[in-house]
């Protein structure tokens, strides 16, 4: 009985162990309203970890997403060209959350290749105002686009900044329709988007912030890798005051504040030769 023991005890250990230095495996939480952004609120950025045990990273961890984005702290790296291979997906909805408006892509076309790793597009949504901060200067806008592998569930996200401007950002002119459908509508309503292609999100793919966090919103988790592009693009300010209608939110924004780097490799990609 006392060899059965030590042997169930040894196999739980390991798989603790294993556990713990897995890479990322969960997404953001569907219902968001079961935390906010209100930092005088006890569901709140500062209280997040303390909801729930699941959430705990939130709180604890030395990972953590967003950050300030600072020239003193970059290393200058040879990366290498964003290796992205995105079509058009024939199958979406865009999605009330409670926070936050999110097309998922349920077609599983595109995707994005990071040091050998096939990370499938997933999901896009929007934060306002922006998330990550460069030298201490917030934008007006951030999309994110989510990753994740097929098989070990790792996630790569590609954060892209937004600043108020006379050129509309032609992704939101896009969605305009549906963002003005969903106006006001309920946590978990969504709209069928029947075609939509990535290729809209124009991006500059060598000009690019690299660094590994976390997810922003609950749980919190960790080993995400960042690209965040250094291209600064423009929206109006209807476009943002449209998204923002569409998750009828009372709160101001929905960005996480800034988190301590903790001595982090942020590496910035320089243009590719």
């Not at 995105?86 to 959350?97: D, G, H, V, W």
């Not at 003005?180 to 029947?194: F, H």
């Amino acid at each position: 009985m006392e060899k059965f023991s030590a042997k169930v005890f040894i196999c739980s250990l390991f798989a603790a162990l294993v556990l713990l230095s897995s890479p990322a495996r969960s997404q953001e939480v569907e219902d968001e309203t079961e935390f906010n952004y209100d930092e005088n609120s006890d569901r709140g950025p500062s209280n997040w970890g303390n909801i729930k045990p699941e959430w705990r990273t939130c709180n604890t961890g030395r990972m953590q997403s967003p950050i300030d984005l600072k020239d003193k702290r970059l290393q200058v790296a040879k990366l290498g060209p964003l290796n992205l291979n995105y079509n058009p997906s024939n199958y979406n909805t865009l999605k009330n959350k409670g926070h936050s408006i999110q097309l998922e892509i349920l077609d599983p076309t595109s995707s994005l290749q990071i040091n050998g790793s096939r990370y499938i597009l997933k999901q896009l949504h929007w934060h306002s105002p922006s998330e990550h901060i460069i030298d201490g200067r917030r934008l007006d806008l951030e999309v994110h686009l989510v990753h994740q592998t097929p098989t070990t569930n790792q996630i790569a996200v590609i954060g892209i900044l937004y600043r108020i401007g006379l050129r509309s950002d032609p992704l939101l002119s896009l969605l305009e329709g549906d963002l003005k459908a969903l106006s006001g509508s309920s946590v978990g309503a969504n709209r069928s988007v029947s075609v939509f292609d990535p290729r809209e999100v124009d991006m500059d793919s060598n000009l690019y912030y690299r660094y590994m966090g976390s997810l922003t919103t609950p749980p919190c988790t960790e080993n995400v890798t960042w690209t965040v592009l250094t291209r600064i693009k423009s929206v109006r300010r209807e476009q943002i005051n449209l998204f923002r209608d569409a998750v009828h939110d009372a709160s101001d924004g929905n960005a996480r504040p800034i988190q301590p780097t903790n001595n982090r490799k942020v590496q910035l990609n320089k243009e590719y030769n």
